[in-house]
């Protein structure tokens, strides 16, 4: 079984993970094309790529299972220290050297772009963390931080009034030369509206029961 | 390229509107006095933002004038400008001379006489402002050419390929501001840059699209119009200017004002967030914009 997953994808037993990459890359490109050529030849590429999606996987796991025994040691804590230390061009390299780019290393390369300021780079990775492995709560949690952060004040977000509340209490609620904050700037601009309405609404009930709240109206 | 950092006009106090004014008005007629008539077509929006933000952060403050201008037989109050306003206008000059320089060189612009012209007319006052600031026209020169390197790869990463903009921008600020730079004002300008390549990409996607000039949205997507391409890609394009618009929120937080709170206040917090709305609400016409 070893055997015919690399002859299906046409690659050495002792092939990295960039070579098997690349192997399946060419094949299935070429594959997914001729599937929707007419008669035997599209059906033949149909079942050629179901089965070189089967030996992709194997392959993976069997040089993730190489990987591991040749690299018992943590390789992440050097690149964390590296990143928290600003060493951003050097936690990069050591980065780039590793082969196997399991879950965690998407997760280690999001925060190299994140300290860049690279945003859309970042969410990116996390989100190809979380595809790699749903079940772990880390990638899971830093992806929602990371949504919630940059959608602070997103006028296209729809925020009940009570979180609203709240974020404005966490947050600095100060108004700056006399601007309100904008996310209270958008509630405020229909501030007038409301006023009015509820000033039409107390002379109506008023004048049901018999007074006259507004004079005029 | 320029234009898309403005003031929300409509939420202005009226004061902070004539303070900007004056300063925009006194951008031009210093533009004018340093590089010729010609140039003071190059006054933009976004270098206001320049002028009121490096002499609050220096500490410095405007003396006014009262003149008329070749719009506006009316006199109005106009910033005098000073030796920091000079180097603005030439930090100006050099934006404009390496952006019609890699129009140039784009063998994908359809006019390359045209953009050959351009350079000549502008080159001469290049050399004024590259004798004044010889770092900035070197870091430019190498940013540019980085830039037309990933064009060339046709990069899709949107980050890296704004990435030297941006960098432009900080280390503009950083020359103007010397010792009284802080690494909040530096980021805010490089996320400032990173969302004006954001928002001139998103805008010129039909322009792009037509005239097959390099658009990183564009690179491996086919394009059938801005409606289709907005439906397919709402949240990316949302995600990409809110979170470079979150980001200087933070970093002009952390930011103390004085002079020219009021305008700058109103240009970070409310003009980059009107114009991201109205480019994702595919709205913008963002060219014109008058103040």
């Not at chain 1, 996390?126 to 919630?148: F, G, H, M, W």
């Not at chain 1, 904050?181 to 107390?202: L, Y």
């Not at chain 2, 490089?190 to 699209?209: M, P, T």
């Not at chain 2, 439906?231 to 990409?240: K, Q, T, V, Y």
Request: glycine share 4%.
């Amino acid at each position: 079984m070893y055997k015919d997953a690399y002859s299906v994808l046409g690659i050495n037993s002792d092939a990295t993970f960039v070579e098997i990459d690349e192997a399946y890359r060419v094949l299935s490109m070429k594959y997914k094309t001729d599937r929707f050529l007419e008669g035997e030849e599209g059906t033949l590429a149909t079942k050629k790529l179901e089965e070189l999606e089967l030996a992709y996987a194997e392959c993976r796991e069997l040089a993730k299972s190489r990987a591991s025994y040749d690299n018992p040691t943590y390789k992440y804590d050097a690149i964390s220290s590296l990143v928290k230390s600003g060493s951003l061009e050097e936690a990069q390299k050591k980065l780039d050297n590793i082969e196997y780019r399991d879950a965690d290393w998407h997760y280690y390369q999001s925060i190299i772009y994140y300290k860049k300021n690279w945003l859309d780079d970042s969410k990116k990775q996390l989100e190809i963390s979380v595809n790699l492995d749903p079940t772990n709560q880390k990638y899971t949690n830093a992806l929602s931080r990371l949504n919630e952060d940059m959608a602070k004040t997103n006028p296209f977000n729809q925020p009940n009034a009570n979180m609203n509340q709240s974020n404005q209490n966490n947050q600095n609620n100060q108004n700056r030369a006399g601007y309100a904050q904008p996310t209270q700037q958008q509630q405020n601009s229909k501030a007038c509206c409301d006023t009015c309405c509820c000033m039409m609404c107390m002379d109506n009930c008023c004048e049901c029961c018999g007074g006259d709240l507004i004079s005029c109206c | 390229m320029f234009g898309y950092v403005i003031p929300d006009k409509m939420n202005m106090y009226m004061k902070d509107y004539y303070h900007y004014r004056a300063h925009y008005c006194g951008l031009c007629k210093r533009i004018g006095q340093d590089c010729g008539q010609f140039m003071r077509l190059s006054t933009n929006y976004d270098l206001v933002f320049l002028d009121l933000l490096v002499h609050d952060i220096l500490g410095l403050k405007s003396e006014y004038k009262n003149e008329p201008c070749i719009l506006s037989p009316k006199k109005k109050s106009i910033a005098k400008g000073d030796e920091v306003t000079d180097r603005i206008v030439d930090v100006n000059t050099l934006l404009m001379y390496y952006k019609l320089l890699d129009d140039k060189l784009d063998s994908r612009k359809p006019n390359p006489v045209k953009s050959l012209a351009r350079v000549a007319v502008v080159s001469s006052k290049y050399k004024k402002a590259k004798k004044h600031l010889p770092e900035l026209d070197s870091l430019f020169a190498t940013e540019y050419g980085r830039l037309r390197d990933y064009e060339k790869a046709n990069e899709t990463s949107i980050d890296k390929l704004a990435d030297p903009f941006a960098n432009m921008l900080r280390q503009s600020i950083k020359q103007l501001l010397g010792d009284k730079s802080t690494e909040a004002v530096e980021n805010l300008m490089y996320f400032l840059g990173k969302w004006i390549y954001f928002i001139d990409a998103i805008d010129d996607l039909d322009k792009d699209n037509k005239k097959k000039e390099f658009n990183p949205l564009l690179v491996g997507y086919n394009y059938e119009g801005k409606d289709k391409f907005f439906a397919d890609n709402f949240a990316r394009l949302e995600f990409i200017l809110m979170s470079s618009y979150n980001k200087m929120y933070e970093c002009f937080q952390q930011i103390e004002l004085t002079i020219n709170e009021g305008p700058l206040t109103n240009i970070v917090w409310y003009g980059i967030l009107m114009r991201s709305k109205e480019i994702l609400n595919n709205k913008c016409d963002c060219k014109k914009a008058r103040i």
